[in-house]
């Protein structure tokens, strides 16, 4: 089946450490997208991408770096510059056309020891 | 004005209730807008696109009014699956780049 996949589920980060959350979709789609939410707020962009070898700051990118050297993969680091990383954190992929609905990973809930 | 805007909730409401969701967006250029669905601790799945003419799936009823910038969900005969918050999304252009904008949900309790 078809489908977005992030790893892991749940992450611990001790402080003044980066970590990257992996995000693998066979969608075959061109654009995907990282979204943090925090409890009880919408969700926030963070870096999205809309196809191989670029990609562009979101709403809220300060302290996160991405890369998207593969159509298929789209991995995010939080850096140790993000003082406050506990999120649930959210990779989303959609067709790089108007109209297209984003489609979600099941997420990674990052948390600092 | 934000730039979506929902029904803060909660809201409870019987099995078997209709109960209405309402959502307001800023961009009149906005383009496209959808209803999610997400379950605690779970990611956003898409629940409907929301269609000029208004658009039905089973229960689910949404219309879009673009001259007042207003969407709705509606959904009949509740079941106590439909507990979820209920996210309006809206999809604007900026450039060459299609947005997404996301409301902070409405929570649905559906009470047996």
């Known amino acids: 089946d078809g489908g977005i996949t992030q790893s892991p589920k749940y992450l611990f980060r001790k402080e003044g450490q980066n970590v990257t959350l992996s995000c693998e979709q066979n969608?075959?789609?061109?654009?995907m997208y990282w979204y943090r939410q925090d409890p009880g707020q919408g969700l926030r962009l963070i870096y999205y991408?809309?196809?191989?070898?670029?990609?562009q700051k979101g709403d809220i990118a300060e302290g996160y770096s991405v890369s998207r050297e593969k159509k298929e993969s789209f991995p995010l680091t939080v850096t140790s510059a993000q003082k406050n990383p506990t999120a649930f954190y959210l990779c989303?992929?959609?067709?790089?056309?108007?109209?297209?609905?984003?489609?979600f990973g099941d997420g990674t809930r990052l948390s600092i020891l | 004005r934000k730039e979506v805007e929902q029904d803060p909730g909660p809201f409870n409401v019987p099995e078997g209730a209709t109960v209405a969701f309402n959502c307001t967006y800023s961009?009149?250029?906005?383009?496209?807008f959808f209803w999610y669905r997400q379950d605690c601790r779970k990611e956003p799945k898409l629940l409907m696109s929301?269609?000029?003419s208004g658009n039905e799936d089973g229960r689910f009823t949404a219309q879009l009014n673009r001259a007042s910038q207003y969407i709705s969900l509606l959904i009949r005969d509740s079941k106590l699956s439909d507990s979820a918050t209920y996210l309006c999304?809206?999809?604007?252009?900026?450039?060459?780049?299609?947005?997404?904008?996301f409301g902070k949900g409405t929570l649905l309790t559906v009470n047996p």
């Open positions: 999304v809206v999809n604007q252009r900026g450039g060459s780049n299609y947005k997404l904008t």
């Open positions: 929301v269609y000029s």
């Open positions: 991408s809309q196809i191989v070898n670029d990609f």
């Open positions: 989303a992929s959609s067709r790089d056309r108007p109209n297209q609905p984003q489609h």
């Open positions: 961009n009149s250029a906005s383009q496209s």
């Open positions: 969608l075959n789609h061109d654009a």
